[in-house]
C-alpha cells in the first residue's frame, strides 16, 4: 500500500488531473454493510481500481480548480505516524500537545503576534472563522453570552465584511446565532479590496441607527481573484472604532512565508484574530486549518468548559492544562500538528516561502500569456495566484452565450484530464479561474491549460457558426 501510494504520487503527471466517475463504479460503493471480513489486499485492489483514480485530483500539477495544496510524501508519511499513535488531542498531559504548541509558537513568530497569543488546529478556515466570531461576541458581550445567549448584553450587534469575502464568514454568523442579516457586505474597489471609506460609512450608519458594531473581517486572497485587503487601513478604522479585527487569510495569510510577498500583508500582525489553512499554500495534506487569537485569555474563556471528568491535576496524565479542548469546541481531536511540524521541520519555512513564490510567479506568466491572445481576455487584477479569464468569441454584446462558452470550455477541460480550472463570476461575466497552488505545478501545465481552452473555444465556435448556418 505505502508503495502503491508513493508510485502514485511519483507518476502523478502521467495521470489525467480528474476524469469522469463510470455508472458502474459509482454503483460499487451502493453495497450493503459488510457481514463478513474480506481480504485486506482485495480491499486495497478496489482502492487502487475504483477510488485513486477518480479522486478530485488535487495533487496534480494540472489542477488549478481551486485553493487545494497538492500535499507532499513527507506529510504522508507524518500522516500514517500520527494514524499509528492514534492520539486524542483534546487534552491530558502528553508530547503530541506539546508538538502542536511548538507549532503554535512558530505561527506567533511568523505573524509577529505576542507571547500570550493562543493557537489551535482545526479541520479548515471555516472553522477558524467561526472560532474567531465567538471569541469576538464574548469580547463585545461578556462571558455571561455563554449561559445567556446573545440577548445578555442587551446590544444589537452588526459585523462588516467585503463582497469579495469567503461565505463562510455569514455562516460563522449564522452559527453564532447572531443572523447572517447582521453582517454588512461592503462593496470593493477596482482591485476588490474592501472599500475603505464605505466600511467606515457603514459602521458610522449602524451606530447613528444604536446597532453596536463588534467585527470587522479583511481578507488575505479573496476566493474570486485573491485580493488582499488594505490590512493597515481596516487595522486602523478597527482600532478607532473598539471593532474586532479579523483576518481571514485562508492560504494569502502564509504568503508571510515569501520574502517578496509578505510587504503586501502589512497590518495583519495588529489583527485580533486570524484565520488560515496549512492544507493550502502550506502544501500539508488535508485538513490542517489554524486558528490565531492575540488575547489568549479571551479565547480560553469563551470555550473552556469544566467537568468531573475533564478534572486537571498538578501530576499525572491529567498535569498539563490548559488543554487544547479549553480553545475550541473539540474533545476529541486528530493530531493534525504533526503532519504540519513534519512539513515545516522537513522543507524549512524558506523552501516552503519560495514554492509559495513561484505559485505567485507563474500566475503572472499566464496573464501574459492571455495578454498575448486575441482569444483570450483577462477579467480581474492578478494580486497573488489567481487568475480570471476568458474565451472572447466574436458575438460582441452576447454575455449570456459567452457565459455558456466559457462554461462549457471548462467542462471541456475538466473533463479532458488536460487542466481542472474552474468558474466564477467577475464584474457580472463568468470568468474561467486558475488557483495555482500546488508546488508541483511549472510552465508546462500554465501552456496546456492556454493552449487546451484556445481549442475547446475555437472548436465551440465553429461548431456554433456551422449550426447556425444549417
Keep these: 500500500m505505502l508503495d502503491d501510494i508513493l508510485d502514485y504520487t511519483e507518476h502523478i503527471r502521467e495521470r489525467p488531473v480528474w476524469q469522469p466517475i ?58 500514517m505516524l500520527a494514524a499509528g499513535l492514534n492520539a486524542n488531542l483534546g487534552g491530558r498531559d502528553q508530547i503530541p500537545i506539546e508538538v502542536e504548541r511548538q507549532v503554535v509558537r512558530w505561527v506567533r513568530e511568523l505573524f509577529r503576534f505576542p507571547d500570550t497569543a493562543s493557537g489551535l488546529f482545526v479541520t479548515g478556515t471555516s472553522m477558524a ?76 450608519r449602524d451606530r447613528s441607527a444604536g446597532l453596536t458594531p463588534f467585527f470587522i473581517a479583511a481578507t488575505a486572497g479573496t476566493v474570486d481573484v485573491g485580493a488582499i485587503d488594505n490590512l493597515t487601513a481596516v487595522a486602523g478604522i478597527a482600532r478607532r472604532e473598539k471593532v474586532w479585527f479579523h483576518v481571514d487569510g485562508a492560504y494569502g495569510a502564509l504568503a508571510m512565508l515569501a520574502p517578496d510577498l509578505a510587504p503586501r500583508l502589512a497590518g ?22 489554524f486558528v490565531l487569537v492575540r488575547d489568549g485569555t479571551l479565547h480560553h474563556s469563551t470555550f473552556a468548559s469544566p467537568a468531573a471528568y475533564l478534572r486537571r491535576e498538578t501530576r499525572g496524565m491529567a498535569a498539563g492544562s490548559p488543554w487544547p479542548c479549553d480553545f475550541g469546541p473539540d474533545l476529541s481531536r486528530g493530531f493534525r500538528a504533526l503532519k504540519t511540524w513534519f512539513t515545516i521541520q ?58 455558456d462558452l466559457n462554461r462549457n470550455i471548462v467542462a471541456d477541460l475538466q473533463e479532458s484530464g488536460i487542466a481542472a480550472p474552474s468558474t466564477t463570476t467577475v464584474n457580472g461575466c463568468l470568468a474561467i479561474r486558475a488557483a495555482i497552488v500546488n508546488h508541483r505545478t511549472n510552465r508546462s501545465d500554465i501552456d496546456a491549460l492556454v493552449q487546451a481552452a484556445i481549442a475547446f473555444g475555437s472548436a465551440h465556435v465553429e461548431r456554433h457558426s456551422k449550426a447556425c448556418q444549417a
Design 22 to 79: 463510470p455508472r458502474s463504479v459509482r454503483d460499487r460503493f451502493r453495497q450493503p454493510l459488510p457481514q463478513k471480513p474480506a481480504n485486506l489486499a482485495s480491499i486495497h485492489n478496489t482502492f487502487m481500481r475504483d477510488i485513486l483514480p477518480y479522486s478530485v485530483g488535487n495533487a496534480h500539477p494540472g489542477f488549478m480548480g481551486w485553493v487545494h495544496g497538492g500535499g507532499t510524501p513527507v506529510g504522508m508519511l507524518a500522516e
Design 129 to 204: 472563522n467561526l472560532i474567531a466570531v465567538l471569541v469576538a461576541r464574548t469580547a463585545a458581550i461578556g462571558s455571561s453570552v455563554r449561559r445567556q445567549g446573545i440577548a445578555a448584553g442587551g446590544q444589537r450587534l452588526t459585523a462588516y465584511t467585503s463582497a469579495g469575502a469567503h461565505g463562510s464568514i455569514a455562516q460563522a454568523m449564522d452559527l453564532a446565532g447572531l443572523g447572517s442579516d447582521v453582517l454588512r457586505i461592503i462593496p470593493v474597489n477596482a482591485q476588490h479590496q474592501i472599500d475603505i471609506q464605505a466600511l467606515g460609512e457603514a459602521i458610522a
Design 268 to 289: 495583519i500582525e495588529r489583527a485580533d484574530s486570524l484565520a488560515f489553512d496549512f492544507n493550502k499554500w502550506g502544501q500539508v495534506p488535508y485538513d490542517a486549518g
Design 346 to 403: 522537513a522543507y524549512g519555512a524558506g523552501k516552503l516561502g519560495a514554492a509559495i513564490s513561484k505559485t505567485c510567479v507563474l500566475a503572472q506568466y499566464l496573464k501574459q500569456c492571455i495578454e498575448k491572445e486575441p482569444a483570450l481576455e483577462l477579467l480581474a487584477p492578478v494580486a497573488l495566484n489567481i487568475v480570471c479569464f476568458r474565451y472572447r468569441s466574436e458575438r460582441a454584446g452576447e454575455v449570456n452565450r459567452d457565459d
